[in-house]
């Protein structure tokens, strides 16, 4: 008799050898619980058959689950629907003219929508409560008089379809006239947006430090590749926003088009999970005539951005942004 010890990676070679022409089969775990029962008083199952079904039901689980979204990417989803719905802002709005935050508990989620910049005022918030599959929206601005295009105090749905044909229609680089307009409007009213300026350099630092730190041990738990990854975030983005065949194959990887940084597909801690955010470009259009003109915009084009969860492959988060209004 060979008593020769063997690896566990010797082990599990083995395993897989024995597996490799094996067909998956739902109902085997099933199976053998109902063999054991009936076998448990003449013989015992031995352990190396178990582990071996065990593997195999795994391996049946990981094919049939697919992607798995996060509550927080499925509330988000029904948010933004709702919003389109309630007051017609579309999801080439949302991506455009507005920036986005999430709270959730665990009772609700509740998904805002608030104007970008200097559009604060005029477009106002827009509050998409999340309970029990079911959304409900509101509008700071609800009630208000948005007649009479971009003069009137209160911008809506009318003044948006007119700032997206504006910005579809020229290639002007700098800010578009509307822009001007509501930051006078905000004014007048004493309610401009300010930002907090740039942070100092011991700021910068700190925050550099921690997103290293965190990076570091995103990284350090990853289960997946990030050829896997990208892969599962390419789903995502199919089945969040809808895209067309023909869209799928023209979106592009920041990181296998080698257009990449530290602010592309990077690892990091997100709500205080383990994330590999991934960057994509969605570009149909024609570039222009004139040099360093942006490409006719199509619907659906811009940057999309996808969070995996390193360990599980849950999509933890997505975002869209037309870049119509230089939205970051």
């Known amino acids: 008799m060979n008593n ?9 070679a083995s395993v897989e050898r024995q597996l490799s022409g094996l067909k998956p089969d739902p109902w085997l775990a099933q199976r053998i619980e109902a063999s054991e029962k009936e076998e448990k008083s003449v013989k015992k199952i ?19 689950a697919g992607l798995i979204f996060s509550r927080k990417v499925d509330d988000m989803t029904l948010a933004s629907r709702e919003l389109e719905k309630a007051y017609g802002i579309t999801s080439t709005m949302q991506g455009s003219y507005f920036v986005r935050e999430v709270e959730q508990t665990d009772q609700e989620t509740v998904v805002s929508f608030a104007g970008l910049e200097n559009l604060r005022y005029v477009l106002g918030e827009y ?19 948005t007649a009479g295009g971009f003069e009137a ?5 009318e003044q948006l379809n007119a700032m997206l044909d504006w910005d579809k229609n020229n290639r002007d680089p700098n800010q578009p006239d509307y822009y001007p307009l509501a930051a006078e409007i905000a004014q007048r009213h004493q309610a401009e947006y300010r930002c907090d300026g740039m942070p100092s350099e011991d700021e910068i630092n700190t ?19 990030e050829k896997e990854m990208i892969e599962l975030a390419r789903q995502a983005i199919a089945s969040v926003y809808n895209l067309t065949d023909d869209q799928m194959n023209l979106l592009k990887c920041f990181q296998e088009t080698g257009n990449i940084d530290e602010d592309t597909c990077y690892y990091g801690i997100e709500d205080e999970k ?9 570009c149909q259009g024609q570039t222009g005539s004139t040099p360093g003109t942006r490409p006719d915009f199509v ?8 969070d995996v969860n390193v360990e599980t492959g849950v999509i933890e ?8 209004c230089a939205n970051e």
């Open 207 to 225: 925050l550099t430090k921690l997103r290293q730190e965190e990076a570091d041990q995103s990284r350090s738990v990853a289960k997946l590749t």
């Open 127 to 145: 509050t998409v409560t999340v309970k029990d599959g079911k959304a409900t929206a509101i509008w700071s601005r609800d009630g208000e008089d």
């Open 153 to 157: 105090d209160a911008w809506g749905v």
């Open 317 to 324: 988060s997505t975002l869209y942004d037309s870049g119509l």
């Open 274 to 282: 383990p994330v590999f955010s991934v960057w994509f470009n969605l």
């Open 4 to 12: 020769k010890k063997i690896s566990a990676d010797e082990f599990h």
């Open 46 to 64: 031995s352990a190396t058959f178990i582990l071996l079904a065990a593997i195999i039901c795994v391996s049946v689980t990981a094919l049939a």
């Open 299 to 306: 619907e659906k084009d811009g940057i999309y951005v996808v």
